[in-house]
Structures are given as C-alpha cells and as structure tokens.
C-alpha cells in the first residue's frame, strides 16, 4: 500500500503539471517558444539526471534511500518557483529542481517490478493508484483555479510534493544483488534489441509532446474554461485505470511486444482525430484513447526494460529507458512544437505527431523478430 500511496501523490502533481503549469507560464507573459524551453527542461532532465542516479542506487544497494533523498530535496527546492517570475528566474528554479525530480519515477518503478517479481505485490493494481490520483486531481484543481486563480495551481502542486515524499521514506529495501561484472552496461546497452526497443520509445513519447506542451493552451484560446480542460485530461485517465489495474492479465493474454505495436497504432489514429477538431465530444472520444496510447504502452513498456535488464542494471535499466523516451523523446517534441507552434497551428503539430506515431508502429515490428533474452 505504501507504494500504491507513493503513486497516488506523485501523479497527483503531474496531472496539475501537464494540464496547468504551462498556462501559469502563459499568463506570467512569457512566448510559446519560452514556455516549450522551460517544459522541455522536465523530459531533457529525464536523460541527463536518471542515469546518474540510477547508478548511485545500483552501486549502494540502497536503491530506496536514493530515491528518498531526491524526491524530499525536488519538495524543498519547489518553494522556489513562487518567487520566480522572470524567464532567467524559472530557468533556473526548472533546471535545478528536474535534476532531482526527474529520477524519482525510475527509481520507484524498478523497486514495485522488483517487488512484483517477488509476489509481494501485484504490479498493475499498485501503479493503479496513480491514475487515481491523476484523475482526482485533474478534476479538483479545474474548479479550484477557476476561483482562486491560475497561481493557486503552486500550492497544489506543493502539497502533492510533500504527500509523495512522505511516502518514499518507506519505500522497500532492494534485494541484495551481486556485483556486476565490468563492461555489463555496455554490453546490455550494445543489443540489437535493446536500441530499437529504446528508440521505438523514444518515438512513442515524441508523438505525445504535443498533447503535454500545447493541449491546454490550444482549448483555452478556442474558448474552454479551466473546468472543461481538466475535466478532459481526468477522462483520458480514467479510461487508463482499467488497463492498468489488469495489465499482467493483459500481457500473460497478449505479450508485451504486441500491445505496444498495438498502442502506437491506436496512438497514430489519436492524434489524427486530435489534428482535425476542438469538438469535446471527439476530443473526449480521443482522451479516452490515453488508456491505449499511454497506458497500455506503459506498463508493456517498463514491464519489457525490467524483463531485458539483468538483476544489478534494473535501476538503471529504467532510468534509461525513461530518459530516452520521455526524456529525448518529449523534448525534441516539444522543442519542435515550440518552434513551429505559432506559425502553423496545433491541427498541424498533431498531424506530425500522427506520422511520428506510425513510424514507431512500423518500427515496432521488428521487436517481434528478436524476443527479449530472460533478465
């Protein structure tokens, strides 16, 4: 359950990061183009700071007092961002805090696949709770903003903070492993199958930047309230819960190679439909889609580093893997979508990340040519 609690707080505080953050940027007065340069600073941390980490935990053995320290010290270095109103200023406040924050996710995810493997917890049902939390927040902080103002969105997002580094001082001790054997990281890394499953993921992730930097501020120029916005991010959850709570079900039923070639199809009919209307019930229809897209890649995804990664890599086997595709991935998006945004519209910046869907798609079925070797 402590798990489970973890996920809860943290997906709590990035629902109101994806759906909110970016208009609180907006308003403080700041161009598109600045405000994809600060968002990407998240993703961009992903591929900088994780390894980094991850080595630390897999080197110490103490995989939970890492992930413990970093996600208290992103709480405390939060407080910051309220005093912080100029581009320098939030630069600054944004690289320091993502190089603590942006490791916590990896590090947490390697301890409950850990733990699953072990049959101590069913993995699915726990990271379950983060789409709840997701939701929940999703659909509370609408209204909140609407009332007390676009700003109050700090303060929420400090309290979820606090509640998700609570939790991660209890997070479970690592089983003992044993040392690993010189140049096993190269070697891991040098599989055929271990770049194309990291690129297909990387792409996968690029094709979501779109949605993360520009959905928000796309509904609310045509005319959607704080309300309608997140209302619309806590649908695309909602649907996700279901898959992840049966995902081990799901993969023993269908393989983890097949839903995520699965997912980057359902991906590239998504972000079509996305490309062509504001309408919210299609919009709706498309957000539910997330289940798919996101969450059923997801666990395929992660439940496929962990299986590919050896038993002394599994930290950083995730952080990897997280670094790649959220963290190269999203960036190079949205860095591209910030560029181009103002000129050609969000119908065209779904539209590419409709063919940067399929390209992963067609990709993905060469993983099926070379299946995972046991971790």
Same mark, same amino acid.
């Given at each position: 359950?402590?798990?489970?609690?973890?996920?809860?707080? *943290?997906?709590?505080?990035?629902?109101?990061?994806?759906?909110?953050?970016?208009?609180?940027?907006?308003?403080?007065?700041?161009?598109?183009?600045?405000?994809?340069?600060?968002?990407?600073?998240?993703?961009? $941390?992903?591929?900088?700071?994780?390894?980094?980490?991850?080595?630390?935990?897999?080197?110490?053995?103490?995989?939970?007092? @890492?992930?413990? $320290?970093?996600?208290?010290?992103?709480?405390? @270095?939060?407080?910051?961002?309220?005093?912080?109103?100029?581009?320098?200023?939030?630069?600054?406040?944004?690289?320091?805090?993502?190089?603590?924050?942006?490791?916590?996710?990896?590090?947490?995810?390697?301890?409950?696949?850990?733990?699953?493997?072990?049959?101590?917890?069913? *993995?699915?049902?726990?990271?379950?709770?983060?789409?709840?939390?997701?939701?929940?927040?999703?659909? $509370? %902080?609408?209204? =909140?903003?609407?009332?007390?103002? %676009?700003?109050?969105?700090? /303060?929420?997002?400090?309290?979820? =903070?606090?509640?998700?580094?609570?939790?991660?001082? !209890?997070?479970?001790?690592?089983?003992?492993?044993?040392?690993?054997?010189?140049?096993?990281?190269?070697?891991?890394?040098?599989?055929?199958? &271990?770049?194309?499953?990291?690129?297909?993921?990387?792409?996968?992730?690029?094709?979501?930047?779109?949605?993360?930097?520009?959905?928000? %501020?796309?509904?609310?120029?045509?005319? *959607?309230?704080?309300?309608?916005?997140?209302?619309? /991010?806590?649908?695309?959850?909602?649907?996700?819960?279901?898959?992840?709570?049966?995902?081990?079900?799901?993969?023993?039923?269908?393989?983890?190679?097949?839903?995520?070639?699965?997912?980057?199809?359902?991906?590239?009919?998504? /972000?079509?439909?996305?490309?062509?209307?504001?309408?919210?019930? =299609?919009?709706?229809?498309?957000?539910?889609?997330? $289940?798919?897209?996101?969450?059923?890649?997801?666990?395929?995804? @992660?439940?496929?580093?962990?299986?590919?990664?050896?038993?002394?890599?599994?930290?950083?086997?995730?952080?990897?893997?997280?670094?790649?595709? !959220?963290?190269?991935?999203?960036? %190079?998006?949205? =860095? @591209?979508?910030?560029? &181009? *945004?103002?000129? &050609?519209?969000?119908?065209?910046?779904?539209?590419?990340?409709?063919? &940067?869907?399929?390209?992963?798609?067609?990709?993905?079925?060469?993983?099926?040519?070379?299946?995972?070797?046991?971790?």
């Amino acid at each position: 359950m402590l798990l489970a609690n973890f996920y809860f707080w *943290y997906f709590a505080a990035v629902s109101i990061f994806i759906a909110f953050f970016n208009i609180y940027v907006k308003h403080l007065g700041f161009s598109s183009f600045e405000i994809s340069v600060l968002a990407s600073l998240h993703p961009l $941390a992903r591929v900088l700071w994780p390894p980094f980490w991850g080595h630390l935990a897999d080197r110490s053995g103490r995989r939970d007092r @890492v992930a413990a $320290a970093v996600n208290l010290t992103a709480t405390a @270095v939060f407080g910051a961002y309220f005093f912080a109103d100029r581009f320098l200023t939030l630069f600054i406040v944004q690289l320091v805090f993502t190089f603590f924050w942006s490791t916590v996710l990896p590090l947490m995810e390697a301890t409950s696949l850990e733990q699953a493997s072990l049959g101590r917890i069913d *993995y699915g049902r726990s990271r379950m709770w983060g789409s709840v939390g997701f939701i929940l927040a999703s659909l $509370a %902080i609408g209204p =909140l903003l609407d009332r007390l103002g %676009i700003s109050f969105a700090l /303060w929420t997002i400090l309290g979820c =903070l606090f509640l998700s580094s609570f939790s991660t001082l !209890f997070t479970p001790r690592p089983e003992i492993i044993h040392s690993p054997q010189p140049g096993s990281l190269r070697i891991f890394l040098g599989r055929p199958e &271990v770049k194309l499953f990291f690129f297909v993921g990387m792409l996968c992730q690029l094709s979501h930047a779109t949605m993360y930097n520009f959905l928000s %501020i796309h509904l609310e120029t045509v005319g *959607y309230s704080n309300n309608l916005i997140g209302a619309l /991010w806590a649908f695309g959850v909602i649907c996700e819960v279901p898959v992840i709570r049966w995902s081990t079900r799901l993969i023993d039923r269908f393989g983890r190679l097949h839903l995520m070639t699965f997912a980057l199809f359902m991906a590239t009919i998504r /972000w079509l439909i996305m490309s062509v209307t504001t309408a919210y019930p =299609l919009l709706l229809f498309a957000q539910g889609m997330h $289940a798919i897209t996101f969450g059923m890649f997801h666990v395929a995804a @992660v439940t496929h580093a962990f299986a590919l990664a050896p038993p002394h890599l599994r930290a950083r086997g995730q952080a990897l893997y997280s670094g790649l595709s !959220f963290g190269v991935g999203i960036s %190079i998006g949205m =860095l @591209v979508n910030g560029a &181009v *945004y103002d000129t &050609v519209g969000a119908g065209a910046c779904f539209a590419g990340s409709a063919v &940067v869907a399929l390209a992963a798609a067609l990709l993905s079925l060469k993983l099926h040519e070379k299946p995972a070797a046991p971790a």
